[in-house]
């Protein structure tokens, strides 16, 4: 019971969230005014999933959840050891550079046991810094009987989505 509780709560600390972001749009205080008798963003929770009652708020609820969904990244950082980790990425300048000197000491132990570096054609790999952007996708549409009956995606299973690849740049 506590933990549907706990969900309720957290759906409407989203919904609240939600209508702030709305409020913030150019039409919307307008809109949610000329609710004489009600509210614009009433809504009910029914099996952990939030339903507006007003269809625009409906979309603007769905609008809100995809805009979040394909948000720009913020700032990352990375790191890269060929012989280690691999690549990973860092929440901060200071972490991608200490992982990157952590490898380095892997390295340095090796040399001080007599092999040389240029052994390593990897060891120029060893780096860290700023992601510039990172792979992302867009849903440009869900296949449906109907793109079917138009001999469109006929390739492809009901269901299947079309998507888009593309590189997303990160927030500075």
């Not at 409407?12 to 005014?33: G, S």
């Not at 929770?45 to 269809?55: A, N």
């Not at 625009?56 to 809100?64: E, Y």
């Not at 120029?124 to 849903?139: K, R």
């Amino acid at each position: 019971m506590i933990k549907l509780a706990n969900q309720r709560a957290a759906l409407i600390a989203e919904v609240a969230e939600f209508k702030n972001d709305c409020m913030e749009l150019w039409f919307v205080p307008n809109l949610a005014r000329s609710y004489k008798n009600s509210s614009l963003f009433e809504f009910s929770i029914l099996d952990e999933e939030v339903f507006f009652l007003k269809e625009q708020a409906r979309q603007l609820w769905s609008f809100w959840n995809k805009a979040k969904a394909q948000a720009v990244p913020s700032q990352k950082y990375f790191s890269h050891d060929f012989n280690g980790d691999g690549f990973k990425y860092h929440d901060s300048l200071e972490e991608a550079q200490k992982e990157a000197e952590a490898s380095l000491d892997w390295y340095r132990d090796k040399v001080a046991d007599g092999h040389h570096v240029a052994e390593d054609g990897e060891f120029n790999e060893l780096c860290y810094g700023v992601v510039i952007a990172s792979a992302d996708y867009t849903v440009d549409a869900v296949v449906t009987d109907d793109h079917h009956k138009k001999d469109e995606f006929t390739k492809y299973e009901v269901g299947t989505e079309i998507l888009t690849l593309h590189l997303e740049p990160c927030k500075s």
